[in-house]
């Protein structure tokens, strides 16, 4: 561990560039053949695909901390005594606000409600388990557990969501064709989801299951809360009615914690 007068850093700047550069390896290696169509049974790419971030999070601390220091990190990574209204929020309290408040956008902008194709809401803990699961919530280990505070002991708490909402955008490019969206709307979406996202895992103090739950959430809700119609004319697609809200929802945390989302400067609980 390298030491300094003022910071104690966990890990090494190669070791932070390792795992990023394995997170995109693991999971472009099903990603780009998938996307191509030459990989058989692809049913499983796009699952295996996202736990890329997490496997490469294991792999570069095995490698830097040895069995133990492993052990000791997905323990703290999946800390269950935590209070239970984390668990509440990121399975639902926030999913719904996240619905609910694009829904209510949707149709302030004259977007007509249509729930013909909506799953029904008994449907959504096992829609949720299956998203978090399968479909997104396993990347957060790899992005909340591991970079997030790899990030936060050289970078502003800021300037660390920047970087990592970039990344994690550049991440999913295989897959812009297949979400039928562009990298900049992409991007639109990923920078504030990513406040969101660090501010909540900062909240749960070092436990990834309550951001699992609420990434897990946000991609499963708009199956219960259809926006079909494209409005303002063609411009107001899903993109930009999920974006909006995202961006609302992220300066509000910015303002609320003056910038820092939670995170406290003396704070060393995050560390392996």
Request: some cysteine; charged content about 10%.
């Amino acid at each position: 561990m390298e030491q300094n007068q003022s910071k104690n850093y966990v890990y090494r700047p190669i070791q932070i560039i390792l795992y990023f550069v394995l997170t995109f390896l693991i999971t472009w290696s099903f990603l780009i053949p998938w996307v191509r169509g030459s990989q058989s049974g692809d049913s499983l790419a796009l699952p295996c695909a996202g736990y890329g971030p997490f496997l490469a999070a294991v792999i570069v601390v095995w490698i830097s901390k040895g069995r133990t220091g492993l052990r000791h990190w997905l323990g703290k990574a999946f800390r269950l005594r935590i209070p239970v209204i984390l668990y509440l929020a990121g399975a639902f309290v926030l999913p719904l606000l996240v619905g609910g408040l694009e829904y209510g956008l949707y149709r302030v902008l004259g977007g007509e409600p249509d729930f013909s194709t909506a799953n029904p809401w008994n449907l959504y803990v096992a829609n949720l388990a299956v998203v978090f699961l399968l479909y997104g919530g396993f990347e957060e280990p790899g992005w909340r557990g591991f970079a997030l505070p790899a990030l936060l002991e050289r970078f502003h708490p800021l300037l660390a969501t920047l970087v990592l909402g970039v990344i994690h955008a550049a991440w999913h490019l295989p897959l812009m064709s297949h979400y039928g969206t562009t990298f900049g709307w992409f991007l639109f979406n990923a920078i504030p989801l990513t406040v969101i996202f660090n501010w909540f895992y900062l909240k749960s103090r070092g436990s990834v299951i309550p951001v699992m739950l609420l990434h897990a959430g946000t991609n499963a809700i708009g199956n219960f809360v259809p926006t079909p119609m494209v409005v303002l004319g063609g411009f107001g697609t899903e993109m930009f009615l999920r974006g909006s809200v995202y961006w609302v929802m992220a300066i509000v945390i910015v303002i609320l914690t003056k910038g820092r989302l939670g995170c406290e400067t003396t704070d060393t609980s995050l560390a392996v």
